[in-house]
């Protein structure tokens, strides 16, 4: 055993905290996980519920921080690594510091765009891992947070992974987004299918209720795909669109990587990406995964692919080899345990 790990975050199976603590797993440690999602009872998004779930939040979320705190006494882990953070407390991060290093890893764009977030928190810990190159600039320049990382999304080889052709069957598209609504994306898919009206397009996700385009409402499937369900998906897709969330509110930049920039190749799949430098460090276009910039060229793109069958599948198939090679959560895990042990010499 090399280290015990307390992990903080939600347990459901393709969730990257569940998967970051099997890195862990794979790179020696002992892992222990407390689900948060445990704790907070999964309910519609409808008036009554929301009005339950703030009446009870208090006392949900110091049943949380009671267990967290019950659990680090027995299990006396030297590293607790915390997804997000949005229900621990201040008094709970303390507790925790004295004895472990503890650090955040955060996977969103912002801190300050999620009314979920204490922020006050994320003063608390040792270090923190953002998923996001900017955020470095971003939390020292507006909160005088100095102790940020850029550490990249992973994929987890237990979920993310080619499934087999047996399950296929009903699934099969030329084309799918999977990922949660935003204008910036809904921009992009609208553009796509009024320049290719005959393409058959899914859209999953959180969030597409809120499409007011006519032209997709056939293409969106009104529902999220998780876990193995996910990765049926991209292996349903021809092309799989790696499309990013546009600049929210504290942030210097809209997203340049996402999970699904490491998820999607991870699966097998081929991946038709939104150019940036970020993405290139990671694969090397044309070669490992292809990239558009404009909507003329994402169609462009899309209509050169889609009668290209070989290549399309060379392409997903140096992509699957370049991430399983260097982007699997235990890297993620690996980068994390080599700054605590600096701390320790």
């Known amino acids: 055993m090399k280290y015990k790990v307390l992990i903080i975050g939600d347990t459901w199976n393709g969730s990257d905290c569940t998967g ?15 689900g948060e999602d445990q704790f907070f009872p999964k309910v519609r998004n409808d008036l009554f519920s929301k009005i339950f779930l703030k009446l009870f939040k208090f ?13 680090y006494k027995i299990s006396k882990p030297e590293i607790v690594v915390v997804f997000k953070g949005n229900h621990l407390s201040v008094e709970t991060l303390k507790q925790l510091k004295k004895n472990s290093w503890v650090v955040n890893f955060y996977p969103d764009i912002s801190l ?21 190159s900017f955020a470095i ?8 947070i100095k102790n940020v990382s850029f550490l990249p999304h992973g994929y987890d080889e237990y979920v993310h992974k080619p499934i087999s052709k047996k399950y296929m069957k009903n699934w099969h598209n030329d084309i799918s987004f999977i990922g949660t609504w935003s204008k910036n994306k809904e921009k992009k898919l609208n553009a796509l299918k009024k320049n290719l009206p005959n393409i058959n397009l899914k859209i999953w996700g959180n969030g597409w209720e809120k499409s007011s385009s006519r032209c997709l409402k056939e293409s969106i499937m009104g529902y999220p795909v998780n876990g193995d369900l996910y990765a049926l998906a991209i292996n349903c897709s021809k092309i799989n669109l790696g499309l990013l969330q546009e600049k929210a509110s504290g942030a210097s930049s809209g997203d340049l990587t996402t999970a699904r920039s490491f998820h999607i190749p991870g699966s097998g799949g081929f991946m038709l990406h939104e150019r ?19 909507s003329e060229e994402l169609v462009s793109k899309i209509e050169f692919y889609l009668k290209h069958d070989d290549m399309r599948e ?19 895990a690996e980068f994390i345990l080599k700054d605590f042990e600096k701390r320790t010499v």
């Open 137 to 144: 600039k971003d939390y020292n320049k507006n909160m005088g």
């Open 59 to 71: 006392f949900f979320k110091n049943n949380l921080n009671r267990n967290i705190k019950n659990l």
């Open 314 to 332: 060379e392409i997903a198939k140096q992509g699957y080899i370049r991430c399983t090679k260097e982007s699997k959560h235990k890297n993620r």
């Open 112 to 132: 300050t765009n999620h009314s979920s977030v204490d922020v006050k928190t994320f003063y608390e810990y040792d270090h923190i891992y953002s998923t996001k």
């Open 20 to 34: 970051l603590g099997r890195g862990f797993r794979d790179a020696g440690c002992l892992v222990v996980h407390v």
């Open 276 to 294: 940036s430098n970020e993405i290139l460090s990671f694969y090397d276009e044309d070669k490992e995964i292809s990239c558009f910039s404009s």
